[in-house]
T-cell receptor, first 113, second 115 residues
């Protein structure tokens, strides 16, 4: 099965700074790369995703970049705000597995005001 | 706000009790899921229903019994649970399975404590 690793496991940043989380996966057949945000007491919510035919995608302050050759993708958050504090999960997936998400271990992000 | 609704939000049950977790979505999705999440861990898939039929069972113990009465509802029946089953149980849905890139929507979960 897919082996997924996320780094770092915790990340503390000052408000306004940038944050980057890296996700490494093992299955070269993976072709869909989402990032989920889980706030305290809530379920995970999709915040951004990318497909294997695209190298980068941006949505306001968040972006995802993909390096299929090296089998990793990253979440970038710019101008961090306190409401960005949460746990972030990557979940690389391949079409044949459909929506059988395998989550990374998670990154706990704390944005200090 | 999530469009996947789970009840109850909190449940405390004894090891001999029988209880159920309920999940509902009205987005017309044909795939529904149960995930289990322990504290400070990622969600782990338990079951997948596709068009109201069980398509994936991730070797879950039989003390957990899923049920999909119709395309909008998903239940998880609990019986003779162990304290280590205490966790957050997440329901999710998507348009279909088998299509990578099909957004999965999660509910806010049911916190289960087994005493």
């Amino acid at each position: 099965g897919e082996n997924v690793e996320q780094h770092p496991s915790t990340l503390s940043v000052q408000e306004g700074d940038s944050a980057v989380i890296k996700c490494t996966y093992s299955d070269s057949a993976s072709n869909y790369f989402p990032w989920y945000k889980q706030e305290l007491g809530k379920g995970p919510q999709l915040i951004i995703d990318i497909r294997s035919n695209v190298g980068e995608k941006k949505d306001q302050r968040i972006a995802v970049t993909l390096n299929k050759t090296a089998k990793h993708f990253s979440l970038h958050i710019t101008e961090t705000q306190p409401e960005d504090s949460a746990v972030y999960f990557c979940a690389p997936t391949k079409g044949a597995a459909g929506n059988k998400l395998t989550f990374g271990g998670g990154t706990r992000v704390l944005v200090k005001p | 706000d999530t469009e996947v609704t789970q009840t109850p939000k909190h449940l405390v049950m004894g090891m001999t009790n029988k209880k159920s977790l309920k999940c509902e979505q009205h987005m017309g999705h044909r795939a529904m899921y149960w995930y289990k999440q322990k504290a400070k861990k990622p969600p782990e898939l338990m079951f997948v229903y596709s068009y109201e039929k069980l398509s994936i069972n991730e070797s879950v113990p039989s003390r957990f019994s899923p049920e999909c009465p119709n395309s909008s509802l998903l239940n998880l029946h609990l019986h003779a649970l162990q304290p280590e089953d205490s966790a957050l149980y997440l329901c999710a849905s998507s348009q279909e399975t088998g299509l990578a890139g099909n957004t999965i929507y999660f509910g806010e979960g049911s916190w289960l404590t087994v005493v």
